[in-house]
T-cell receptor
Framework: RKEVEQDPGPFNVPEGATVAFNCTYSNSASQSFFWYRQDCRKEPKLLMSVYSSGNEDGRFTAQLNRASQYISLLIRDSKLSDSATYLCVARNKLIFGAGTRLAVHP | NAGVTQTPKFRILKIGQSMTLQCTQDMNHNYMYWYRQDPGMGLKLIYYSVGAGITDKGEVPNGYNVSRSTTEDFPLRLELAAPSQTSVYFC???????????FGQGTRLTVV
């Protein structure tokens, strides 16, 4: 089993839609969790950390379920500029999920 | 503050040639990482280091070597380049095993 697994993409959504990504991790010793965003042919950049109590940053909400070993990312009111690949990370070594591609269309 | 700097940005190698991809960071981070990313795929961890003098294998270490003689630098060595090593290589660094990582802009390598 892979250490980090993500929803297969791509997700094609209209502007204004709400979209959710899930990610499962296998190492119960993982201590911290992140979502990264990667634009085409660019380096990944941190989108947000994921805290046990859940956290929100504008239109983005991240949640962690330690019992079920998954993390989620919710994007509300999608914008064209949200089109990218979203990568989850379960921190022990820095192992990334394969990424989920999001395409937001007009 | 430059962050993580990778050189070169692009390189074409012939089969069997060797090269070193350079990575340096100016954030005094302890942890450094090398990844490769094939087209349309995710990031695969090649090697990582938790401090100067300490390195360890990641998911796909075969065909690569690393060293970490200083905190700042973490070069990746390809000894006998093969077409299968055509990829984009990213270097990253973090303060410790729990904090966010910062990435360099990548090196696009083509082996022909």
């Amino acid at each position: 089993r892979k250490e980090v697994e993500q929803d297969p993409g791509p997700f094609n959504v209209p502007e204004g839609a709400t979209v959710a990504f899930n990610c499962t991790y296998s190492n119960s010793a993982s201590q911290s969790f992140f979502w990264y965003r990667q634009d085409c042919r660019k380096e990944p950049k941190l989108l947000m950390s994921v805290y046990s109590s859940g956290n929100e940053d504008g239109r983005f909400t991240a949640q962690l379920n330690r019992a079920s070993q998954y993390i989620s990312l919710l994007i509300r009111d999608s914008k064209l500029s949200d089109s990218a690949t979203y990568l989850c990370v379960a921190r022990n070594k820095l192992i990334f999920g394969a990424g989920t591609r999001l395409a937001v269309h007009p | 503050n430059a962050g993580v700097t990778q050189t070169p940005k692009f390189r074409i190698l012939k089969i069997g040639q060797s090269m070193t991809l350079q990575c340096t960071q100016d954030m005094n981070h302890n942890y450094m990482y090398w990844y490769r990313q094939d087209p349309g795929m995710g990031l695969k961890l090649i090697y990582y280091s938790v401090g100067a003098g300490i390195t360890d294998k990641g998911e796909v270490p075969n065909g690569y070597n690393v060293s970490r003689s200083t905190t700042e630098d973490f070069p990746l060595r390809l000894e006998l380049a093969a077409p299968s090593q055509t990829s984009v290589y990213f270097c990253a660094s973090s303060w410790d095993s729990r904090t966010e990582a910062f990435f360099g802009q990548g090196t696009r390598l083509t082996v022909v």
